[in-house]
């Protein structure tokens, strides 16, 4: 069964600090891998995508990585800012035909960060 | 403005009502997405449509009903409301490649009573 799973569940660091956050996938075929920031009241928005022959982007603050030989990609958060504060949502995109959508989306994590 | 919109934002409705959330998007983009956003669960697909006049079903489709006339707009109806049909509802839109991002819209909170 295609899956992803993140962790931390949910997540409280101190403003400045750094933190990582973690998910593993079963999906396969896989095609790749984006990394969504969700605010509180709002719809996601995506950080970075991450494909096949990837292993590491940055956008900013934020470092993207992934391993596709054990399925397992993570999101470093460098100096973080109360801004972070939001769900950060890692979704797997397989390889398919036809036009179904094949998007498998995690739980998300909930990153607050705080004074 | 450009992007894509969603209404209403906060819906209360009781059991077995018909609702219609709304869904518009301004780029143009062939694809167009609902999903339900639920605690303990990713984002599920209820619906999908590939261009006007083309839609499927996706993870969880029972129970809603979608159209789509214009590109620009994606409309999803809940025939008879249930309280399972409770969470938050987002349109989301694409060019459907598969490096493509899909945009999001803000959701609609729909309570059914």
């Known amino acids: 069964k295609n899956q992803v799973e993140q962790s931390p569940q949910s997540l409280i660091i101190l403003e400045g600090k750094n933190c990582t956050l973690q998910?593993?996938?079963?999906?396969?075929?896989?095609?790749?891998l984006r990394w969504y920031k969700q605010d509180t009241g709002r719809g996601p928005v995506s950080l970075t995508i991450?494909?096949?022959?990837?292993n590491t982007k940055s956008n900013g603050r934020y470092t993207a990585t992934l391993d596709a030989d054990t399925k397992q990609s993570s999101l470093h958060i460098t100096a973080s800012q109360l801004s972070d504060s939001a769900s950060y949502i890692c979704?797997?995109?397989?390889?398919?035909?036809?036009?179904?959508?094949?998007?498998?989306f995690g739980t998300g994590t909930r990153l607050q960060v705080t004074l | 403005d450009a992007g894509i919109t969603q209404s209403p934002r906060y819906k209360i409705t009781e059991t077995g009502r018909q609702v219609t959330l709304m869904c518009h998007q301004t780029?143009?983009?062939?694809?167009m997405f609902w999903y339900r956003q639920d605690l303990g669960h990713g984002l599920r697909l209820i619906y999908y449509?590939?261009?006007?006049?083309?839609?499927d079903k996706g993870e969880v489709p029972d129970g809603y009903v979608v159209s789509r006339s214009k590109t620009e707009n994606f409309p999803l109806t809940l025939e008879s409301a249930t309280r399972s049909q409770t969470s938050v509802y987002f349109c989301?839109?694409?060019?459907?490649?598969?490096?493509?991002?899909?945009?999001f819209g803000p959701g609609t909170r729909l309570t059914v009573t």
């Open positions: 780029w143009s983009h062939s694809y």
């Open positions: 991450m494909t096949f022959s990837e």
């Open positions: 989301a839109s694409s060019e459907g490649r598969a490096l493509d991002e899909q945009y």
């Open positions: 998910c593993n996938y079963t999906v396969s075929p896989f095609s790749n």
């Open positions: 979704v797997v995109r397989r390889i398919h035909t036809g036009t179904a959508s094949k998007l498998t």
């Open positions: 449509s590939a261009a006007a006049d083309i839609t």
